[in-house]
């Protein structure tokens, strides 16, 4: 077979599993080889309408019914570096930037104001109708102050909050899981869909001069919109595809592979027309993909802190978003169990909306011998006891108290950043101190002071580096109360529920001696943490701990924050996705003394908008009462 017809084959094999969510190849492969047949096809004319550079695939849902487009739905002409925006822009004029949504487009035709129907993209020209699934958006209105004939055209997304919460291994991402949802037959199982509109096709009656206009438009509809920048100026657009690239992409709840770039003048649209594939006046900057492809070679156990063992990838080197790596999270044995991943196999790791690596799923259909199924332990891999596996719960479990590794993962927490923060008592120090038997347990670093001149002679020590640890252990006793609850990765308590109980009882001798019943109580405890923390406090080693840190003079106190008075009088509205969770800045504003209103007025004083937010109905307001718009970081400045 010739080069070109054996890309073809490939990549329409590609093609349709990835429409199917469950791709064989990453991105990055994929382009190399699309991009290969590209050349061929174009060196020696061999042009074929059946060609994956020509067609995109269409795989039916049976039970879907067929729908034509009004007008073809073309793809975009695609770039992945900057020269290719400078050439792109030929014409120096305003250009709206949009980040582009990674789930599934879907056009939404309305009429005497109602949603009367919803089509998939399909290839483009036909697509299949999804209105039973689609009316379960609820962001989506179903009804219109407009009553002409309408169309639009949206990305139906997941977000990740919504994508861990429902997803149980069916899916590998949101996008799959997007597409998939979208096409059920029966709508009584679709939950987490959104919508954001990035395209206006037809509005009976209404003329519009520029794209911006339109969106306003559908904003004023009650639609939401993707968020949109506008600007003529190139080094903008480039800065705010980095912006997007390097920082919201991993803080934004949705995923998004890149930014769409379009001339917002519909004239210049209407003259600069469009090759038979992608319309002239848009182009795509793809983002690098942030899942890749590789071959576990093998699986090793680690013990936690609270001695629950978690299987690591170990794989062969790839690097996504720049990064190289060769180990990655398998979660727990039930994960494994689940995917039926095994040694040998090629798998897919993500780092998506997170730094953490994962493997996503292994790709079955890629095996071409038969590989043996994992081995799950059943003796600790540290202390070699034996270990407490259950059928129903995924993870397994060290019980041993005196596990080794287990009790290092719990001196290494209590000196982490988030805990106690003590610089310098990362894995390394931590294990070499435990082996020489100077620590055995967080009480013993506030004794180590005694120890210095010798731990001062172990090899990758000296006087520097101990005196810098010791300062920090002199610090960690004046933290609060919630700090060193945290610290002590008691079963259940993360930060948020340390801080309730710090608050709730002030004092570490009143937890202690708190009821089950009454901890059960508190904020975000429920009866098996309260059932844990009650235990922990029972224990004699425990109470001999505490004891020698109050011994020691930690502080074991919580102090009570006063609202401050720094925001008074003003109120904020907020508008667009920030870096972080909505409720967490409008508590920081409020415990600052301001306050929180939903939408603008002139009693408004800041509108924090997020960046590209300037198409939304807040910020025009805003604008038009002449409110200063401020962001997320200027609004942090003011809480200094
Ligand atoms: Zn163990």
Redesign the pocket.
């Known amino acids: 077979m010739s080069r070109i017809n054996e890309l073809r084959e490939q990549l329409s094999l590609f093609d349709e599993a990835y429409e199917q969510g469950k791709p064989l190849i990453s991105d990055t492969e994929y382009e190399k080889m699309y991009s290969e047949l590209r050349e061929l096809e174009a060196k020696t004319g061999d042009i074929n309408p059946e060609s994956p550079t020509q067609m995109i695939p269409f795989i039916k849902v049976d039970g879907l019914e067929t729908v034509k487009h009004t007008i073809p739905m073309l793809s975009l002409d695609k770039t992945n570096n900057y020269d290719g925006l400078r050439k792109w822009y030929s014409v120096k004029e305003e250009v709206l930037i949009q980040p582009k949504i990674d789930g599934l487009t879907v056009v939404l035709r309305y009429n005497n104001g109602h949603l009367i129907d919803a089509i998939t993209r399909g290839n483009g020209l036909e697509g299949e109708r999804v209105l039973h699934t689609i009316s379960t958006v609820k962001n989506l209105p179903k009804t219109i102050p407009f009553t002409g004939y309408l169309e639009v055209r949206g990305e139906v997304y997941i977000p990740y909050d919504e994508f861990e919460r429902i997803n149980n291994g069916e899916y590998s991402n949101p996008r799959a899981m997007a597409a998939g949802m979208v096409r059920r037959h029966d709508s009584s199982q679709v939950q987490g869909l959104r919508t954001a509109i990035f395209d206006l096709i037809a509005a009976e009656g209404q003329e519009f001069t520029t794209d911006y206009d339109q969106m306003f438009f559908l904003s004023k509809q009650g639609f939401e919109v993707v968020n949109t920048a506008r600007t003529d100026y190139l080094d903008r657009v480039i800065q705010i595809c980095m912006e997007y690239q390097e920082v919201l992409r991993n803080k934004l709840n949705y995923p998004i592979d890149g930014m769409v770039i379009k001339y917002d003048s519909l004239e210049l649209r209407k003259k600069l027309g469009a090759t038979s594939k992608s319309p002239r006046w848009s182009i795509a900057f793809k983002f690098p993909s942030l899942e890749e492809f590789t071959i576990l070679r093998e699986i090793v156990w680690q013990?936690g802190k609270s001695g629950q063992i978690t299987p690591v990838a170990v794989f062969d080197p790839i690097e996504i978003d720049g990064v190289t790596i060769n180990r990655a999270t398998l979660h727990n044995k039930q994960f494994i169990l689940d995917q039926d991943i095994r040694i040998g196999d090629r798998i897919v790791v993500a780092r998506a909306n997170d730094v953490i690596p994962k493997v996503v799923r292994a790709v079955v259909e890629a095996r071409t011998q038969e590989l043996v199924l994992p081995e799950i332990p059943t003796k600790?891999p540290?202390?070699g006891?034996d270990i407490w596996i259950q059928p129903d719960v995924p993870h397994i479990t060290?019980l041993?108290p005196f596990?080794r590794?287990?009790i290092i993962e719990k001196i290494i927490h209590f000196c982490s950043r988030d805990a106690m923060d003590i610089e310098g008592m990362g894995e390394v120090n931590v294990r070499t101190l435990f082996d020489l038997g100077f620590i055995q347990n967080p009480a013993d670093l506030y004794s180590l002071n005694n120890k210095a001149e010798e731990i001062e002679k172990i090899e990758g020590f000296g006087q520097t580096k101990i005196n810098k640890i010791l300062e920090g252990i002199e610090k960690s006793k004046n933290l609060p109360l919630s700090r060193l609850l945290y610290a002590l990765a008691i079963p259940g308590v993360g930060k948020t529920t340390a801080l309730a109980l710090a608050q709730k009882y002030r004092t570490l001798d009143n937890l202690a001696n708190a009821s089950k019943e009454e901890l059960a109580n508190v904020e975000g405890v429920g009866s098996v943490t309260a059932q844990g923390i009650w235990f922990y406090f029972l224990n004699p080693q425990t109470k001999d701990m505490l004891q020698r840190f109050v011994e020691a003079g930690v502080n074991t106190e919580e102090m009570i924050t006063e609202t401050k008075e720094t925001l008074t009088g003003k109120t904020f509205v907020l508008t667009g996705t920030m870096s972080r969770p909505r409720s967490e800045i409008e508590t920081l504003i409020k415990q600052n003394g301001g306050k929180v209103a939903g939408s603008v007025s002139s009693k408004t004083s800041f509108l924090v908008a997020a960046p590209g937010e300037t198409g939304t109905t807040k910020y025009q307001k805003a604008q038009q009462l002449g409110i200063p718009i401020i962001s997320e970081s200027q609004l942090m400045e003011m809480l200094g």
Do not use: G, I
């Open positions: 013990v600790c540290s202390c006891e060290c041993n596990c590794d287990q």
